[in-house]
């Protein structure tokens, strides 16, 4: 939508001059948290007088931190809440103790997690906007002055479901808010150009591979990973691979090593999340399957060449810059959203799903984003 184009007013919409502090809650993954990011872009705009917090599982905090738009994170240790106990009910109480101490005027809650509907009746805040879901009754829609719609059967990006939340409380977002935010920070800008230089790569001058998920249902065979690297070791790309600390992963990633001939540097389990943006953003393109680092090649603005299999690219697939979207066109049971193809983690689509396509659409992508 243009950002000139005139609205009708929301019936309920929120007096944003009326709200000195919001909290936003996504309790889920590390790219489902980088994709709410741009909610947190649009409240800023909107209302600058505002203090935005963020209230997210631990582990993800680094995709938010450094945001311009977020004055405090708050974070939940699943690793406490799992263990009980004392511990943990030590954490919660402080947990409550620090969120009803800001005093939020507004919760703004992304996901249908119970845990933010208990947690927004705790903070009482003023207004209170959370997901439409009439088979949680009405407990949970009174949790919330304020539900969105999801849709049930059209496709949307998942960041425009995010910002469907401020779209019911009366706040249009602008074509600038929908770019996903992550910024490295200087430690990790450093640590990166250390790196560059010991493997002596130019910036702009490679290509970042990242194969896995922590899906692995949704990463591309070991061996057509191997032929697309050879390929683009022939095109004379320096590749530089990186992946996360998880041995599926891992083992998926040393079969790779061992079937290519391409000089590769490795730099799988060895970055943190702000480092792996930093590299990211150094590259010349990132090539990955659905997963966080192709979001974070959105947020930092980098090209990406995505290949998708069973998840569907008109809700996670990269928005804002150039990119190619790489699947089966032969299976058309896909987008099926399960674990391979009968619940297996092997899937089918991306069995078969050709490297010629993949590599077409890295020179294609290459050629038209110099």
Same mark, same amino acid.
């Given at each position: 939508?243009?950002?000139?184009?005139?609205?009708?007013?929301?019936?309920?919409? @929120?007096?944003?001059?009326?709200?000195? +502090?919001?909290?936003? !809650?996504?309790?889920?993954?590390?790219?489902?948290?980088?994709?709410?990011?741009?909610?947190? /872009?649009?409240?800023?705009?909107?209302?600058?007088?505002?203090?935005?917090?963020?209230?997210? $599982?631990?582990?993800?905090?680094?995709?938010?931190?450094?945001?311009?738009?977020?004055?405090?994170?708050?974070?939940?240790?699943?690793?406490?809440?799992?263990?009980?106990?004392?511990?943990?009910?030590?954490?919660?109480?402080?947990?409550?103790?620090?969120?009803?101490?800001?005093?939020? #005027?507004?919760?703004?809650?992304?996901?249908?997690?119970?845990?933010?509907?208990?947690?927004?009746?705790?903070?009482?805040?003023? $207004?209170?906007?959370?997901?439409?879901?009439?088979?949680?009754?009405?407990? =949970?829609?009174?949790?919330?002055?304020?539900? $969105?719609?999801?849709?049930?059967?059209?496709? +949307?990006?998942?960041?425009?479901?995010?910002?469907?939340?401020?779209?019911? !409380?009366?706040? =249009?977002?602008?074509?600038?808010?929908?770019? &996903?935010?992550?910024?490295?920070?200087?430690?990790?800008?450093? +640590?990166?150009?250390?790196?560059?230089? /010991?493997?002596?790569?130019?910036?702009?001058?490679?290509? @970042?591979?990242?194969?896995?998920?922590? =899906?692995?249902?949704?990463?591309? &065979?070991?061996?057509?990973?191997?032929?697309? *690297?050879?390929?683009?070791?022939?095109?004379?790309?320096?590749?530089?691979?990186?992946?996360?600390?998880?041995?599926?992963?891992?083992?998926?990633?040393?079969?790779?090593?061992?079937?290519?001939?391409?000089? !590769?540097?490795?730099?799988?389990?060895?970055?943190? *999340?702000?480092?792996?943006?930093?590299?990211?953003?150094?590259?010349?393109?990132?090539?990955?399957? #659905?997963?966080?680092?192709?979001?974070?090649?959105?947020?930092?603005?980098?090209?990406?060449?995505?290949?998708?299999?069973?998840?569907?690219?008109?809700? =996670?697939?990269?928005?804002?810059?150039?990119?190619?979207? @790489?699947?089966?066109?032969?299976?058309?049971?896909?987008?099926?959203?399960?674990?391979?193809?009968?619940?297996?983690?092997?899937?089918?689509?991306?069995?078969?799903?050709?490297?010629?396509?993949?590599? #077409?659409? @890295?020179?294609?992508?290459?050629?038209?984003? &110099?």
């Amino acid at each position: 939508m243009a950002d000139d184009v005139q609205l009708p007013a929301v019936a309920d919409a @929120v007096d944003l001059s009326r709200v000195r +502090r919001a909290l936003v !809650i996504k309790l889920r993954h590390h790219g489902d948290v980088l994709l709410a990011s741009p909610v947190f /872009s649009a409240l800023k705009r909107q209302a600058p007088h505002l203090e935005v917090d963020a209230l997210v $599982y631990r582990e993800t905090a680094e995709m938010l931190e450094r945001h311009p738009a977020i004055a405090r994170i708050h974070t939940i240790d699943r690793e406490v809440s799992r263990a009980g106990g004392f511990r943990h009910l030590q954490a919660e109480l402080g947990l409550w103790r620090d969120l009803r101490a800001r005093h939020y #005027d507004l919760v703004v809650h992304l996901t249908e997690h119970r845990r933010g509907a208990w947690l927004t009746r705790l903070i009482n805040p003023t $207004y209170a906007v959370g997901p439409e879901r009439n088979e949680r009754g009405r407990w =949970w829609r009174r949790s919330f002055t304020h539900r $969105y719609l999801v849709p049930k059967a059209a496709l +949307r990006h998942t960041i425009e479901i995010n910002l469907d939340a401020l779209r019911r !409380i009366g706040m =249009w977002p602008s074509d600038a808010d929908k770019a &996903p935010v992550m910024v490295p920070g200087a430690a990790a800008e450093a +640590r990166v150009s250390q790196l560059l230089a /010991s493997s002596k790569l130019t910036r702009g001058r490679f290509i @970042v591979v990242h194969p896995g998920s922590r =899906w692995l249902f949704k990463s591309w &065979p070991a061996k057509s990973t191997a032929m697309l *690297l050879d390929q683009l070791a022939e095109d004379r790309w320096p590749i530089v691979v990186t992946g996360s600390r998880d041995s599926e992963e891992r083992t998926l990633i040393d079969a790779i090593l061992r079937a290519t001939r391409a000089p !590769i540097v490795d730099l799988v389990a060895q970055l943190s *999340l702000p480092e792996l943006a930093a590299l990211i953003r150094a590259s010349r393109l990132l090539i990955g399957v #659905d997963s966080a680092p192709m979001h974070i090649a959105t947020a930092v603005g980098t090209p990406v060449v995505a290949i998708f299999g069973p998840s569907g690219e008109a809700e =996670w697939g990269p928005t804002v810059v150039p990119n190619r979207v @790489v699947a089966s066109t032969e299976h058309s049971c896909r987008p099926c959203g399960n674990n391979g193809c009968g619940g297996s983690n092997i899937s089918d689509c991306l069995v078969k799903l050709p490297v010629s396509r993949v590599i #077409d659409a @890295v020179r294609e992508l290459l050629a038209a984003a &110099p």
